[in-house]
């Protein structure tokens, strides 16, 4: 598996798509993998991806390192930003989608328009080549199935991802394309671009992520306090 970044306290790894974070039946799970790749007796997710989701996938080597990170991602403190395909145009081109997560049929998610404990994206939207978009989000909270659920409420379903109507495809196009954090009194910055799918690797994706890049320079709207909590 590609190790993008060591040190004595934490492990970055760009996670394949379709590899779930722990072991499913026969199948081992990313943990037991990286422990066996990297001869290390105990590595600590620090924040898990979905399985059909590719890219940054950070995992602390101690006890002490994994309580930091995991604060601070609970706290909101670590920016984390995904790229999206879609062939279906958003409903607008930028913008902030807030609202609830309710579970909904078959293991699905939907949002709802009440904020008693919202999920908050914030997002951008370019042409990425004929009938596709890149959308470039950056989420604020981290609730289960966040940004395909959010994509669907924008009318442009993530190319793939069958859970959610999207058409289907080589891989479902969702992928954790930066991360900017401190560890250690270390300000940590990553960009990984993704390296597998066909629609990713276009001439015209990859220009547009290079647009995208690095993506805490994008103009980002400023959430209103009561909108964080």
């Known amino acids: 598996m590609p190790l993008v970044y060591e040190d004595e306290?934490?492990?970055?790894?760009?996670?394949?798509?379709?590899?779930?974070?722990?072991?499913?039946?026969?199948?081992?799970?990313?943990?037991?993998?990286l422990n066996r790749?990297?001869?290390?007796?105990?590595?600590?997710?620090?924040?898990?991806?979905d399985k059909i989701t590719s890219g940054l996938l950070l995992l602390a080597k101690h006890k002490d390192s994994a309580r930091e990170l995991s604060q601070q991602f609970a706290q909101r403190q670590i920016e984390k930003y995904y790229l999206a395909m879609t062939d279906s145009k958003p409903i607008k081109k930028q913008g902030t989608v807030i609202g609830d997560m309710k579970k909904a049929r078959g293991g699905a998610w939907m949002l709802s328009k009440t904020r008693q404990d919202p999920a908050i994206t914030q997002f951008f939207s370019c042409s990425a080549g004929v009938a596709k978009r890149l959308i470039l989000l950056k989420p604020y909270s981290g609730k289960t199935h966040q940004i395909r659920v959010m994509l669907k409420s924008l009318?442009?379903?993530?190319?793939?991802?069958?859970?959610?109507?999207?058409?289907?495809?080589?891989?479902?196009?969702?992928?954790?394309?930066?991360?900017?954090?401190?560890?250690?009194?270390?300000?940590?910055e990553f960009i990984?671009?993704?390296?597998?799918?066909?629609?990713?690797?276009?001439?015209?994706?990859?220009?547009?992520?290079s647009d995208y890049t690095p993506p805490w320079t994008m103009p980002w709207p400023v959430l209103h306090q009561g909108n964080r909590e």
């Not at 790749?37 to 991806?49: A, G, K, M, S």
């Not at 190319?159 to 401190?182: E, P, V």
């Not at 990984?192 to 992520?209: K, N, R, V």
């Open 9 to 33: 306290n934490l492990l970055l790894v760009d996670k394949p798509p379709g590899l779930g974070m722990h072991q499913e039946g026969q199948e081992h799970g990313i943990v037991t993998l």
């Open 37 to 49: 790749q990297c001869d290390t007796e105990q590595l600590y997710p620090v924040h898990r991806l």
């Open 155 to 188: 009318g442009s379903p993530i190319l793939g991802d069958r859970l959610y109507k999207g058409n289907q495809a080589d891989r479902t196009y969702l992928h954790a394309f930066a991360l900017r954090f401190q560890s250690a009194g270390k300000i940590h």
């Open 192 to 209: 990984q671009p993704p390296s597998e799918g066909e629609h990713f690797l276009t001439q015209d994706c990859m220009q547009a992520i």
